[in-house]
């Protein structure tokens, strides 16, 4: 049999490529305009045109008659969709719906690329660059608003074409895990980790610095670890170095950084009369919480659906938005969608670390900020679990797509 020259994986590829073009610069908004500063973008909608490029993707597998034994994880993200339609019927402005079914639907689509694809340097290395050019634009932002980033109202215009402030750093964290444990040349590792670091932090988002702070503890203790465990005068003498800078990195930190600082920083830098409570440190969150939680008991089965504007987050917790979106019924189902993610990184043996550091972070973060749920955050999540199952798949001995023949 003829091999075809434009495979299902080539084209899958390109595809993928065009998916990250159109995270990177296509928005919604006619323009961002940040004080005055005009940033230009591609004025169309990200969710058409990512659905549309994936219905291609999915239409060009069935054209190449790639017979693949399909997970079940697949059929539960289905599932999934069709439960958030099921609110639809009930709702009172349906208008507002169709956008979000769209993005909503995406999951599918963004899994059956990764799945189908099943390459793990293409997806990797994309992802990343796709991160280090999220953190450039956010710099070119910062610079070009010339606003400082103590002013109050700075994360109001820390805006770029896939997503502002939070939200880009609930991206942003994810690709530098991936960045850490997939990127060899050391060179590299350390330039991106540094832009992608530089462009966490300015994103000013309290829970993306925290948990960016923890990774770098918990990094810096298993460098420690593997020297002492070559317990010889030299590999002793660095972790002694290195542990007294880090201290006295933090002891000079301390000195120069007053309450008044931390208190802001604690409260989000949101208000300036705002009292210490979990409410106030968690910037109204808390609220929203309780708010969306007593709304969901109208309809605690099938929720309210996806009925507000395309890319709101309105609870600012993916647990809770579950809840109001699809009820206990869509609680369910990605439950299990969830568990079976986790059982499969359990036995996946080459590299599962870095899906489980992922996957985690994700979830952690998206219970403060708006991740899960959004398209922005979808895309990576379920790019990444859908080329998690294509390489298990290929590891169980079936061939890779660039070796299928057309039929």
Known sequence: MKKSILTAFSFQKILFVFCIVVLLWVTQNQKITNQGVTLPYFSFNPVIILFTISVISLAHNFIFKIKLKLPSILFFAVLFVVVSIIPIVFIKDPDTYYGNLLGRSLIVLFFLMGFYMANEKIVFNSLILLGVIMSIQIVLTFMLVNIPFDALYYKQYMVIPVGASNHLSVMLLPLLIINDFYTVRIFRKIL???????????????????????????????????????????????????????????????????????????????????????????SGRLS??????????????????????????????????????????????????LIDIYQKIKKYDTKSNVYKAVVTVLLINSLIEPGIFTYQVDFIFWIIIGTLYGVSRMNKGEKPLENLEEK
């Open 288 to 337: 929203l919480l309780i708010e969306g939680f007593k709304t969901s008991l109208n309809n605690p089965l099938f929720g309210q659906g996806l009925e507000y504007e395309l890319g709101a987050a309105k609870i600012h917790n993916w647990l809770g938005q579950l809840f109001y979106e699809v009820g206990l019924f869509g609680v369910i189902i990605f439950s299990i969608i």
């Open 192 to 282: 991106y980790s540094l832009i992608l670091i530089i462009g966490i932090f300015l994103t000013k988002s309290r829970t993306g610095l925290i948990i960016l702070c923890f990774l770098l503890i918990v990094k810096f203790i298993y460098y420690l670890i593997i020297l002492l465990r070559k317990s010889n005068k030299q590999n002793i003498t660095i972790a002694i170095t290195l542990i007294t800078t880090v201290l006295s990195v933090i002891v000079l930190l301390l000195t120069k950084i007053d309450l008044g600082f931390i208190r802001d920083f604690l409260l989000g830098f949101a208000k300036e009369d705002s009292t210490i409570s979990i409410d106030a440190l968690l």
